[in-house]
């Protein structure tokens, strides 16, 4: 599997900042990438799919591409504490998902 | 509404008694995962069913065999489980088409005494 790497943990951030998630990759061919949420003790929770260079945002969340850096990151606005989770980037393999180890988020009231 | 369903959501069972967790789909998608997930880190995939293909991950054991009899089902079966077995596992499911999405269910946390 290819090489997927996201920023080390954990990310604690006040209530209604602004949360900064990244991850690199390794395959230069990669073209589908997915941002998961998993709450602890509970599965994978599909957040965002990103297909194309550029931002793409849905509600507090905005995914953001970069082939040419082969760098994608997720950015949560206005945190809550509903969004202390580890969330986890993905990177589609030939029908197979590549994981990073997970960026593990605390917003703090 | 359309999902991944596992059962158990819980699963006891002894060392090297066999045990058998099963996942259902009602997205009509045509792959079907079964990844292992231990505590603080990524899932791990464990095989695939592409239709009725099969593709084992280099690195699964023998251990673990998997069937899947129609579309709408999956089963993992796990012939001797020892104590590192302990784990979620997670069934998941895409289309299998070029973006991929893979959409996973609650999971089936096994013990292992």
């Known amino acids: 599997q290819k090489e997927v790497e996201q920023n080390s943990g954990p990310l604690s951030v006040p209530e209604g900042a602004i949360a900064s998630l990244n991850c690199t990759y390794s395959?230069?061919?990669?073209?589908?990438f997915f941002w998961y949420r998993q709450y602890s003790g509970k599965s994978p929770e599909l957040i965002m799919s990103?297909?194309?260079?550029g931002d793409k945002e849905d509600g507090r969340f905005t995914a953001q591409l970069n082939k040419a850096s082969q760098y994608v990151s997720l950015l949560i606005r206005d945190s809550q504490p509903s969004d202390s989770a580890t969330y986890l980037c993905?990177?589609?393999?030939?029908?197979?998902?590549?994981f990073g180890a997970g960026t593990t988020v605390t917003v703090r009231a | 509404d359309a999902m991944v369903i596992q059962n158990p959501r819980y699963q006891v069972t002894q060392f090297g008694k066999p045990v058998t967790l099963s996942c259902s789909q009602t997205?009509?998608?045509?792959?079907m995962y079964w990844y292992q997930q231990k505590s603080s880190q990524a899932p791990k995939l464990l095989f695939h069913?592409?239709?009725?293909?099969?593709?084992n991950e280099a690195d699964t054991p023998d251990n673990f065999q998997s069937r899947r009899p129609n579309t709408s089902f999956c089963f993992l079966d796990i012939r001797s489980p020892g104590l590192g077995d302990a784990a979620m596992y997670l069934c998941?499911?895409?289309?299998?088409?070029?973006?991929?999405?893979?959409?996973f269910g609650p999971g089936t946390r096994l013990t292992v005494l």
């Open positions: 993905a990177v589609n393999d030939d029908y197979k998902l590549s």
């Open positions: 395959d230069r061919g990669s073209q589908s």
């Open positions: 997205l009509n998608h045509n792959v």
């Open positions: 990103i297909y194309s260079n």
């Open positions: 998941a499911t895409s289309r299998g088409d070029t973006n991929n999405e893979q959409f």
């Open positions: 069913y592409y239709d009725k293909d099969f593709n």
